[in-house]
């Protein structure tokens, strides 16, 4: 069984397009992130959510727009894609609020804007 | 405020020498430090972490990392480097709540037959 799953793998869209991507885990966490990571490889947090509240919101643009049904189902849409958007975006989930523990990676969405 | 060095973007080793990845950490707070590893096309997995219990931490695959607080560091060694070593390393800190972790822009192993 997957731990992280996110959907799609790959996302191809057209600029101005609104695009979702889905994520769940099954570890039972309360917390979730989405992570972007461009192409230099560099790795950044966009949003965390504990038990579907918001927790962290680093400064993204509000065309994107994170919902948790559930603490285990945590969704990111993003409205009027640009070309700067392309990226992977990863999925991640933790204990709660324990700054020592591991954090637990989806396999990513690989986002191009054409 | 915390943040991560990791220097080098690219490292080159033959199979069997030593792997050194290094990693200069700063933050305000006792950290916790972590390396993950990502192989092509996949999300990042643990390695190994730093929680203050003990300054030499042993991780999976033979790697391991000791914590300098004199220095901030948290270089990642291993004593004989494997083909399937080849991977994107990336050290991280975490010294607030809810899990802000803070990643390094990551280190490209290349793993020399």
């Known amino acids: 069984d997957t731990a992280v799953s996110q959907t799609p793998k790959y996302l191809v869209t057209q600029m101005g397009n609104d695009k979702s991507i889905k994520c769940e885990q099954n570890l039972g966490h309360d917390t979730m992130y989405w992570y972007k990571q461009d192409s230099k490889k560099f790795l950044k947090i966009m949003f965390s959510y504990n038990n579907k509240e918001l927790i962290i919101n680093e400064t993204v643009p509000n065309r994107f727009s994170p919902k948790s049904p559930d603490k285990a189902h945590l969704n990111l849409h993003i409205n009027s894609l640009e070309l700067g958007d392309s990226a992977v975006y990863f999925c991640?989930?933790?204990?709660?609020?324990?700054?020592?523990?591991?954090?637990?990676f989806g396999s990513g969405t690989q986002l191009s804007v054409l | 405020a915390q943040s991560v060095t990791q220097l080098g973007s690219h490292v080159s080793v033959s199979e069997g020498a030593l792997v050194l990845l290094r990693c200069n950490y700063s933050?305000?707070?006792?950290?916790?430090l972590f390396w993950y590893v990502q192989y092509p096309n996949q999300g990042l997995q643990l390695l190994l972490k730093y929680t203050s219990a003990a300054t030499l931490v042993k991780g999976i695959n033979g790697f391991e990392a000791e914590f300098k607080k004199s220095e901030t560091s948290f270089h990642l060694t291993k004593p004989s480097a494997h083909m399937s070593d080849a991977a994107e390393y990336f050290c991280?800190?975490?010294?607030?709540?809810?899990?802000?972790?803070?990643f390094g822009t990551g280190t490209k192993l290349q793993v020399i037959p």
């Open positions: 991280a800190v975490s010294s607030g709540g809810y899990q802000k972790v803070t």
């Open positions: 933050s305000s707070v006792p950290p916790y």
């Open positions: 991640a989930s933790s204990r709660p609020d324990a700054t020592n523990e591991k954090l637990f």
